[in-house]
Structure formats: structure tokens, C-alpha cells
């Protein structure tokens, strides 16, 4: 069996030049990836998704149909489910005040950084500047406007702290166990982190 060693780049999709694309990611239909991004290895990026300029994604993440991240850091086994829209612009206006339509020296960049392993859910909006925490999960159409920490389940519009979840994904007990892989949390100083096994 042969492995492909390079990124695959469907036809219709538009990458700049200068992008760094890893190998064995694949880029589907329409796709859009700016000047200056960076994009890890087994990477995937949905039909109509658009990778804004500078942006610096990681290995292994998912990217669905349709997402928008301006600027933003993913580090490496995130998600993005469909529709998500990461921003970066905390004052966004379409002119200057003299009238003039701003351009990139106009603005400041407050990027979202989306930590390992975390997934947003389809439909979500980000705000400038927001770092969701490793393994945290943020709920379908949610609004997150502050922080999220590692391992928390946000829901809402606003979003708000609603549990915990695990590494894969499952919300946990009230005892911070997860019902699917069985392994055990505790919380520290609002902080959630891992019992070593025992035994």
C-alpha cells in the first residue's frame, strides 16, 4: 500500500503561495487559505472553510464545511465542527473616519486560540482574543465571549460553564469520572486535572 506523503488540494480550492501545508492534508472543494498561515500535518479543511491570513494551525485538525477563522492559533488534535466562525478584530468597522475603507494597517489583530485537543461545536462565534483550553468543549451554536478552561463545557449565548468533559469528549459524573473511558478527574483551584491510575 502506497502513502501519500504530500498535501491533496482539490481543484477549486485557492491556497496563497506562501502558505505551509503539511503533508497528508487534505484541503477540499472551495477552501480558502490567506497569505502567511501555516497548516500542520493530517490536517483536514471542509468545503468552504477560510483560513485568514497568519493563521497557524496544528497536526491532526479538523476543520469543517464552511468555518471562518481569521487569524486564529489551533494547536494540534482540535476541532472545528461545521459553521464555526473564530474572530479577530475586536473594533471592526468597514471605513476609516475619513471615510476611507480601512485596510490591514488599520487594525489590530486579537487572535482566538483554540488549545490541543479542544472541539467547537457547528455554529459557533468566537470573540477576538478568546483561548479555549485544551480538551474543552463548546456546545453547538454557542457565543464565547471570555476564556474557556481546559476540560469545561460551555453553552449558551452567552456561553457558560455547564460541567466538565474528558478526553473523549464525554461529559463527566458529578464524581468527575467519565462514564465512557473511566478515567478520573479532580478540581484544584478551579482547575480540572487528571488522577494518575491507581494500582
Given at each position: 500500500m502506497t502513502t501519500i506523503e504530500h498535501p491533496i488540494v482539490q481543484l477549486t480550492a485557492v491556497v496563497a503561495?506562501?502558505?505551509?501545508?503539511g503533508v497528508r492534508t487534505r484541503i477540499w472543494h472551495q477552501a480558502q487559505v490567506a497569505d502567511d498561515t501555516v497548516i500542520g500535518a493530517d490536517c483536514v479543511l471542509g468545503t468552504g472553510c477560510y483560513i485568514g491570513r497568519g493563521s497557524r494551525i496544528g497536526d491532526r485538525v479538523k476543520i469543517g464545511n464552511h468555518c471562518d477563522v481569521f487569524g486564529a492559533i489551533i494547536e494540534a488534535d482540535a476541532m472545528?465542527?461545521?459553521h464555526v466562525v473564530l474572530t479577530e478584530d475586536r473594533t471592526p468597522r468597514a471605513t476609516r473616519p475619513d471615510g476611507l475603507l480601512q485596510g490591514p494597517g488599520d487594525w489590530h489583530a486579537h487572535p482566538v486560540t483554540v488549545r490541543h485537543g479542544?472541539?467547537?461545536g457547528a455554529g459557533a462565534r468566537v470573540a477576538p482574543g478568546v483561548v479555549i483550553g485544551s480538551h474543552a468543549l463548546v456546545g453547538l451554536g454557542a457565543v464565547v465571549l471570555r476564556d474557556v478552561p481546559a476540560h469545561a463545557l460551555v453553552l449558551g449565548n452567552?456561553?457558560?460553564?455547564?460541567?466538565w468533559v474528558c478526553h473523549c469528549g464525554h461529559r463527566l459524573t458529578s464524581l468527575l469520572a467519565c462514564?465512557?473511558?473511566?478515567?478520573t478527574f479532580e478540581l484544584a483551584a478551579d482547575q480540572l486535572g487528571e488522577q494518575a491510575p491507581v494500582g
Open positions: 503561495a506562501n502558505a505551509r501545508i472545528l465542527s461545521p479542544a472541539t467547537v452567552p456561553a457558560r460553564h455547564c460541567g462514564p465512557r473511558c473511566a478515567r
